[in-house]
DNA sequence: GTGAATTCTTGAATCGATTCATTTGATGAC
DNA sequence: GTCATCAAATGAATCGATTCAAGAATTCAC
């Protein structure tokens, strides 16, 4: 009968008539315990069900074996994606990930931030949303450094791993105009957000190249529900003002427009072809399955906590990489026609 | 300029002037300090930039400020949202929740209880996946209680949430027997999975009492993959064969099957309605919007939480109980012709 | 058999915040 | 002025694992 609400390292010494040191070593540097005592500790940890106390330890060795993570909002299909690749980079190194939900939520990142620094973490993997990069290089500054992640680094004060945006919008226009577009449109907002603005910037570029002018619908959000709006609004156009193409900044905003297309007739892509950009699950899994501009959702993750591990590791000698992706253009049904 | 990798209490005291006894109380009980003495401890702990260490804090005081929650796939829209409502209310107890994924993998489940263990969390939200009962009952009578999350506890051992099953699969069919349906079948499987069983059942109750017989598609996941190749099953059956109505046990199985259809040229729901379970996001986002069976997932991570505290708060008198929430049917297009 | 080299083992000191029995100080009653 | 009462402040002991200098045991060469 194990039981008893916690044995503890000196328990287990004692039962297997062996000195505290000996236990931690079993534990730490089993190879360095010769094999008598060690399948004796073995056994009485066994016996006594002795687990570790990972406050104790961390006390003592000042540090802990994990790491923080922040997102701007884990329902979010991409984030949870990044978050895995990342999990399984920490689990590599035998960390674990705590992760945290800013809900875009300056309080909140904060109050997480926080949370971090007491639990002294490792390091931090963060979508920043708002002003926390002084706190960060403060962060860094006491041995806590971090990488962002989907995020541009805009100094060499961070390592940080992204998807090149503007090469995206663009591969998105390119491909509308290579299926026969004359009158795209762009859809998505608010600017202020650094992808949207690229991926815009990016198609503006392309469709400038192309020859051909680029209709803007701007919107506040990149929500389904705005995406169904701007959809019921552009019906209502004229058809021959009507865009003949959409690249809407995100697939929750192209999903929204394929459903209002849908509702009210419109033929996809006959009509009006649609692109995306995420290529989350569900855009390949839509009745008309959505092209989309890929992001390499899990690598980003997994490169971020390696860079991570490398400064962590390697504190002095560490200099910071700014690791940027180049998206994919996945073609499907939406833009093309059969 | 803070900087130094870390002031502590001690020198937080020696700057104030005070005793260390007075600045852990200026942090955990103010009220019981002097306005004079506050103030002091206050501006010394914002000029070192003093952040506590939390593996001490805890060591000592013997209770970590946080739980743990082990969900079989955090890429599931479902497990998030449940997460999501489990986090609001750790966050309203001043605790952090530490999200883990098992990944419906025995072995991953395993290790993460035991970080959980080494972590002291307070106590832990599980959807279990392997064999994990005994463990829990260890763990609680170390003091670690358990809550667990869409199963109902079979013994009363455990408080539980979940959801009535049955009762959602007699609400789907019962509802496709209402718009019309005359040769509705079931898809899902694998039979093992509890939810699986009792959706089934409830439909096949319902179908019995209604008169109809029940066809049964069975597969051994749930994943939309698998959706579209029923999907063109059915669609090569004769037409007076192939079910007019399909239950489909959970929503990305139904927009698999939505897809196939979609693309064979069969209509929905005029040829075949499709009704899922779990009114994910995206049930509602598709192109054709998805009936569904909705379950509050929210509600069920904010009550599973709930239920933790109340067991973490008043170990002695704590009573078990079983929430059982009733599902609720989402009417949507694909079941209801206009 | 001796001394040197090597491998194991030991246990007291330590990490940093919290606790609580005790002391100090203030207030007021008589 | 004395004593009781209550509030505020003190600081040594403590939580449990790790560390590391020092000691014990073993091996090996000659």
């Known amino acids: 009968m194990p039981s008893g609400p916690g044995a503890k390292l000196t328990d287990v010494a004692a039962l297997a008539r062996v000195s505290v040191g000996t236990v931690s070593n079993v534990l730490n540097r089993p190879e360095q315990v010769s094999f008598d005592k060690r399948t004796r500790v073995l056994a009485a940890i066994e016996e006594l069900g002795f687990v570790r106390n990972e406050s104790a330890r961390s006390l003592r060795s000042g540090s802990t074996r994990s790491l923080g993570m922040l997102v701007l909002d884990v329902r979010n299909p991409f984030f949870t994606d990044v978050a895995l690749g990342a999990e399984n980079v920490a689990e590599e190194h035998k960390h674990s990930l705590i992760l945290a939900n800013s809900a875009e939520n300056a309080g909140r990142e904060q109050a997480y931030l926080d949370l971090f620094e007491q639990q002294r973490v490792q390091g931090v ?35 940080s791993v992204s998807v090149d945006d503007v090469a995206g919008g663009a591969a998105a226009l390119d491909h509308l105009v290579s299926v026969g577009s004359v009158r795209p449109a762009f859809v998505g907002g608010p600017f202020t957000l650094q992808q949207v603005e690229d991926r815009y910037r990016g198609a503006a570029d392309a469709a400038a190249r192309a020859g051909v002018p680029l209709q803007l619908f701007e919107t506040p959000d990149l929500k389904f529900e705005r995406g169904r709006r701007i959809g019921d609004l552009m019906w209502s156009l004229q058809p021959d003002k009507r865009p003949d193409a959409v690249f809407a900044a995100n697939d ?87």
Chains 1, 2 share one sequence.
Do not use: K, W, Y
């Open 125 to 159: 993997l963060i979508t920043p949303f708002g002003p926390v990069f002084q706190r960060l290089e403060r962060m860094r500054e006491r041995g806590i450094p971090s990488v962002l992640v989907d995020r541009l680094a805009s100094t060499d004060q961070f390592c």
């Open 252 to 338: 929750q905003l192209a999903l929204g427009l394929l459903q209002s297309f849908a509702a009210n007739g419109l033929r996809v892509p006959e009509d009006i072809a649609i692109i995306g950009f995420d290529d989350i699950d569900f855009a390949s899994q839509s009745s008309i399955p959505l092209s989309s501009i890929s992001q390499p959702r899990q690598l980003i993750g997994e490169r971020a906590a390696q860079l991570l591990f490398d400064e962590i590791d390697d504190e002095p000698g560490h200099v910071h990489s700014q690791v940027v992706f180049t998206p994919e253009l996945v073609a499907r049904q939406s833009t093309l026609r059969r």
